[in-house]
């Protein structure tokens, strides 16, 4: 089954600031935000509501994956691990190896990669026994040509803030430029 295209609400610059701000501190008043950017504490309210509603804007925890690691262990490495998994897909089966790995509950991150067909998999796993069965699952998909797993050792920079909004015409400006 292809994947759809959503439709999403036109964003402008005044938005993108307003989720800038947002992913840098996510718990920023309203108040605080409006001051900044010259705007009243209900236009910045709207503005969230409608990218929260549209799908757009999702305020959530973020684990320090080093820290969850190490919390509580002395750094003895125990905890949260991430596992990076490329997966080459048979010609024609990349639909069907996308659906495949977003229903295994481990994948909490699914990319379409440049080379295709190939996707790349973000796996949050809490010990090593479980990325080696989280290996072996994708593995035994159907549609598979090739997998390789990378494990995170350690986080060097990590940002959540890297997926900041932006529009269908922002995306197709960077392809071309």
Do not use: W
Request: charged residues 25%; aromatic residues 2%; hydrophobic residues 45%.
């Amino acid at each position: 089954m292809p994947m759809e295209t959503p439709e999403y609400p036109t964003t402008d610059q005044l938005d993108r600031d307003i989720a800038l701000m947002l992913a840098q501190d996510a718990r920023l008043s309203f108040r605080k935000i409006a001051a900044d950017l010259g705007v009243t504490e209900g236009t910045v309210r709207g503005r969230v509501k409608r990218l929260q509603g549209a799908g757009l804007l999702k305020l959530v925890p973020i684990i320090d994956i080093d820290r969850a690691r190490d919390a509580g262990t002395g750094g003895q490495g125990s905890g949260q691990h991430m596992m990076f998994v490329t997966v080459r897909c048979a010609s024609g089966k990349l639909n069907h190896v996308r659906e495949a790995l977003l229903a295994i509950p481990q994948v909490s991150a699914l990319y379409d990669a440049n080379a295709t067909p190939r996707l790349v998999a973000v796996c949050i796993l809490p010990s090593l026994d479980d990325a080696a069965i989280v290996m072996n699952q994708i593995l035994s998909l159907d549609g598979i040509r090739e997998a390789e797993s990378e494990l995170v050792l350690q986080s060097v920079k990590y940002n959540a803030a890297i997926g900041p909004i932006a529009t269908l015409e922002d995306l197709t400006r960077q392809s071309t430029d």
